[in-house]
């Protein structure tokens, strides 16, 4: 069974572009959940989305949104970049919302320059 | 802001030494989950505790969970130069499935 997808791998962008990152969860997988991973802030919960719905959200702007797909996939939007954005995006999933065991992609690194 | 404060930050040992990396937290919890990355990749799970149970065992590891005060710790028993990596506690949520995690524990066990 194929693991937790995350698109791209790394990305260079400018501030005040914006930005789209995609994650294919496990097959069979409905809940998908991203995360922020910085060296001053560590790891933060962004979204939580299943069944296409935003399910919880993290204390993150507006300027971060999601969104989830009938297949499961998600994506995750970030407009108007800071250079505060820069750092690698997890996405975890899950079979359901059952807080059990999450299984997370390679990460998206994301530099703004 | 991080949930749960681990400890230690960083923890150097020799191969074949056991290693003890410590979570606490602050409020109530439905599990307590354990991961671990290496540089900058995605994490792997390692073992989830749920909050009745006391102690779990898998492989070459060992979590223990007082829930009377707030704290869990991770055990690697006989340590290998492959278990060079950050640690990570989660605290599972009571409701939904949100993961909350602790600041880490970067753990380097040398050859």
């Known amino acids: 069974k194929a693991g937790v997808t995350q698109t791209p791998r790394y990305l260079i962008k400018t501030r005040g572009q914006q930005v789209t990152l995609s994650c294919s969860p496990i097959s069979g997988h409905r809940s998908v959940s991203w995360y922020q991973q910085t060296p001053g802030q560590g790891l933060q919960f962004l979204f939580e989305?299943?069944?296409?719905?935003?399910?919880n959200k993290g204390n993150f702007p507006g300027r971060f949104s999601g969104r989830q797909f009938s297949n499961s996939r998600s994506e995750m939007n970030v407009s108007t970049l800071e250079l505060g954005d820069s750092a690698l995006y997890l996405c975890a999933s899950r079979p359901s919302r059952r807080n059990t065991e999450a299984f997370f992609g390679q990460g998206t690194r994301l530099t703004v320059v | 802001s991080q949930q749960g404060e681990e400890d230690p930050q960083a923890l150097s040992i020799q191969e074949g030494e056991n290693a003890t990396m410590n979570c606490s937290y602050k409020t109530s919890i439905n599990n307590l989950q354990w991961y671990r990355q290496n540089s900058g990749r995605g994490l792997v799970h390692l073992i989830l505790?749920?909050?009745?149970?006391r102690e779990k065992h898998s492989g070459r590891l060992r979590v223990t969970l007082d829930t009377s005060k707030k704290s869990s710790s991770l055990l690697i028993t006989a340590s290998r130069a492959a278990d060079t990596a950050s640690y990570f506690c989660?605290?599972?949520?009571?409701?939904?499935?949100?993961?909350?995690f602790g600041e880490g524990t970067q753990l380097t066990v040398n050859p």
């Open positions: 989660a605290k599972g949520e009571t409701s939904g499935s949100r993961l909350t």
């Open positions: 505790i749920r909050s009745n149970e």
């Open positions: 989305y299943f069944s296409e719905t935003q399910r």
